[in-house]
Nanobody, 115 residues
Framework: VQLQASGGGLVQAGGSLRVSCVASGITLEYYAIAWFRQAPGKEREGVSC????????YWPDSVKGRFTISRDNAKNTVYLQMNSLKPEDTAVYYC?????????WGKGTKVTVSS
């Protein structure tokens, strides 16, 4: 199982980015996929999750209404659309899948939001 996150970059506050997570070795539509992020000097935190049935959860109140998780099963890809970005969204964003108790992580993509 391999997950590859991409789409990060430098953006000004108020801007938007879409990060992607492409999987190989598994068919993503059968699993719940989560996005996490880790800001400098902070612990990794969950951001959002989409289940195999399409149920969606956003964890930090700070991203609700600004971030949208989605999946394209044909492309075996999960996306995280991030709008109205704030400097506090600066972090490395990781996608995650848990299969039978084993966590698989992508390498992460860095998002930097300048003020």
């Amino acid at each position: 199982v391999q997950l590859q996150a991409s789409g990060g970059g430098l953006v000004q506050a108020g801007g938007s980015l879409r990060v992607s997570c492409v999987a190989s070795g598994i068919t993503l539509e059968y699993y719940a996929i989560a996005w996490f992020r880790q800001a400098p000097g902070k612990e990794r935190e969950g951001v959002s999750c989409i289940s195999s049935s399409g149920e969606i959860v956003y964890w930090p109140d700070s991203v609700k209404g600004r971030f949208t998780i989605s999946r394209d099963n044909a492309k075996n890809t999960v996306y995280l659309q991030m709008n109205s970005l704030k400097p506090e969204d600066t972090a490395v964003y990781y996608c995650n899948v848990n299969i039978w108790g084993m966590n698989f992580w992508g390498k992460g993509t860095k998002v930097t939001v300048s003020s």
